[in-house]
Nanobody
């Protein structure tokens, strides 16, 4: 079974940094992309970043470009989201999700859709 566990959230002041981690199991890591999406109260879900584990291609939503960096470690089956220069608008529950690489090729970022995601981790940025 696909299992994803996100961790690393917390409370940080504006301008600060956090690093989220996603532990993955139950699938062939290199055949999938790992994505991070977020959802704030009263707002629609927003795809934040994605990495294609087969070739390392990365995707970012415009609002986080230059501030967030997604990475993955195929050997450890881990993905990470380094978040710098955090803003109050980044406050949300962050989830990691998986998407088959073959599906990524048929979708247009940031409209990727996912069949599996884990429990989220809360990120709160104070002003």
């Amino acid at each position: 079974d696909v299992q994803l566990q996100a961790s690393g959230g917390g409370l940080v002041q504006a301008g600060g940094s956090l690093r989220l981690s996603c532990a993955a199991s139950g699938f062939t890591f290199e055949d999938y992309g790992i994505a991070w999406f977020r959802q704030a109260p009263g707002k629609e879900r927003e795809n934040v970043a994605c990495i294609n584990n087969s070739d390392g291609t990365t995707y970012y939503v415009d609002s986080v470009k230059g501030r967030f960096t997604i990475s993955s470690d195929n050997a450890k089956k881990m993905a990470y989201l380094q978040m710098n220069k955090l803003k109050p608008a980044d406050t949300a529950v962050y989830y990691c999700a998986v998407i088959p690489v073959e599906y990524m090729l048929t979708m247009v970022w940031p409209e990727f859709e996912y069949d599996y995601w884990g429990q989220g981790t809360q990120v709160t940025v104070s002003s």
